[in-house]
């Protein structure tokens, strides 16, 4: 098992940047990829980005390339999300995934954490 714990959301404007963390724990962290996901209430949870085991890859959709960067310290067992240019529209519940396959954990992930919420106000 991995367990997964999200912090760093909050409310911020739009336009502002907010750095999100996942704590990773239980097992070797290194080899797992990871990604987060995002989502509204009332909508399907949707992927924003992966990052492969050692952080050779990574996969953004296009709606937060550009403005979102995933990345990851293996040595302190952590994922990161860094969003710039926040809007409005980014507002949801974003949640860390990780798997053993850099493919699976971009569709369905064996492991989430529970999530944490950011906020984006006009």
């Known amino acids: 098992q991995v367990q997964l714990v999200e912090s760093g959301g909050g409310l911020v404007q739009a336009g502002d940047s907010l750095k999100l963390s996942c704590a990773a724990s239980?097992?070797?962290?290194?080899?797992?990829?990871a990604g987060w996901f995002r989502q509204v209430p009332g909508k399907e949870r949707e992927f924003v980005t992966r990052?492969?085991?050692?952080?050779?890859?990574?996969i953004a959709v296009d709606f937060v390339k550009g403005r979102f960067t995933i990345s990851r310290d293996n040595a302190k067992n952590t994922l990161y999300l860094q969003m710039n240019s926040l809007k409005p529209d980014d507002t949801a519940v974003y949640y860390c995934?990780?798997?053993?396959?850099?493919?699976?954990?971009?569709?369905?992930?064996?492991?989430w954490g529970q999530g944490t919420l950011v906020t984006v106000s006009s």
């Open positions: 995934a990780a798997d053993n396959s850099f493919l699976r954990v971009g569709v369905n992930p064996d492991f």
């Open positions: 990052i492969s085991q050692k952080g050779a890859s990574k």
């Open positions: 239980g097992r070797t962290f290194s080899n797992y990829a």
